[in-house]
């Protein structure tokens, strides 16, 4: 079976990728490598004995789409590919509602057109938005995203509900992840971000490395067991098969299925430092800094619909996390950069 992949050369389609292999199915990836590397590929070759076709281009490339239909047996599309960053999102509001909502619309038409209608989408938790009622369910209404990268992800989520309501045919899993995390144990494949880490673990790891000097933890007077955030981190091997799941699952269903992929428990900012300590045997420089602002005091994932209907959860726990983490950076100080 073959699977078209976007953003496949990204942190989560990556180790998806090595997931989809193993169960013996083909990812086709696409990707325009604005955030992924191409060097990934030897890396999940290395891995898995296979190298992905891969199609360098963009999701907003209407004939690139169409040609990609045409030369694969596509039967089924997981869609990573997109623009992240929340605080750029509030700088560059266009680019981020063009490439994640029109890519997604432009992918979509291709599917119809292809008669490819079974979609796994990459929403976030961010969708729940600044509701203070946890741990988030799906069963709950999505709040007000506060900045253009959340309402990006709402965005197609609504206009996901109107197309399954428009053709019945479409089957669609929309997958909502909490804080992913970690590395592929290998150490091979990793998160890679481009520049100052916006995220905490990345930052923690390149604290410990010695790129950057000291962690700034975002506010510690919070009202939570430490007085520092609280949020549901889930290992990128995980979430990775979580896709699996949703795949088979998303087989047997039509219409939309909506699934929280989380750990179903939180942890705060200052437990990542300890357990970053415990697994680097050393202390990490960090200093206590004021709250960053839309930052949400604690919120984590009731991730009981997945186990249920999925049949998945989470295996690996926060020290996994953390090691695997540590194992990447360790490996490559400059990410994908030799
Ligand atoms: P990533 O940036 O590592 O991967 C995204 C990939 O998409 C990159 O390789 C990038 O080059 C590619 N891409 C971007 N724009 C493209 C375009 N126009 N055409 C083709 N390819 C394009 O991000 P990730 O962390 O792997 O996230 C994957 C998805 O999961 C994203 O949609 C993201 O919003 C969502 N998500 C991520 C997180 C997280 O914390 N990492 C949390 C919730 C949801
Ligand atoms: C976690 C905690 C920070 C960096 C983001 C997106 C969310 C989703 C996942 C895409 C917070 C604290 C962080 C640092 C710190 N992405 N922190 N010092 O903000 O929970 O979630 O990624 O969909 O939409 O918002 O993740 O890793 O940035 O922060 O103290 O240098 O770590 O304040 O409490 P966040 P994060």
Known sequence: MTILVTGGCGYIGSHTCIQLIKQGIDPVIIDNLYNGKEIVLDRIKKITGKRPRFYQGDIRNKDLLDTIFKENNIKGVIHFAGLKAVGESVRKPLEYYDVNVYGTINLLDAMKK????K???????????????IPYIETMETGEPTQPYGRSKLFIEKILQDLSIADQDWSITILRYFNPVGAHPSGLIGEDPQGIPNNLMPYITQVAIGKLDS??????DYETRDGTC????IHVMDLAEGHLAALNYNDTQSGVNIFNLGSGQGNSVLEVIATFENVFRKKLPYHFAPRRDGDLPAYWANAD????????????NLHD?????WNWQSKNPNGFEE
Not at 114 to 117: E, G, P
Request: glycine share 4%; charged share 20%.
């Open 305 to 316: 619909r997945a186990k249920k209907l999925l049949n998945w959860e989470t295996k690996l």
């Open 321 to 325: 996390m953390v090691q695997d983490s």
């Open 215 to 220: 962690l700034a933890v975002f506010g510690n």
């Open 230 to 233: 609280i949020r549901d981190f």
């Open 119 to 133: 979609f796994i989408f990459s929403s976030s938790a961010t969708v729940y938005g600044t509701q203070p009622i």
């Open 114 to 117: 292809a008669y490819v209608k």
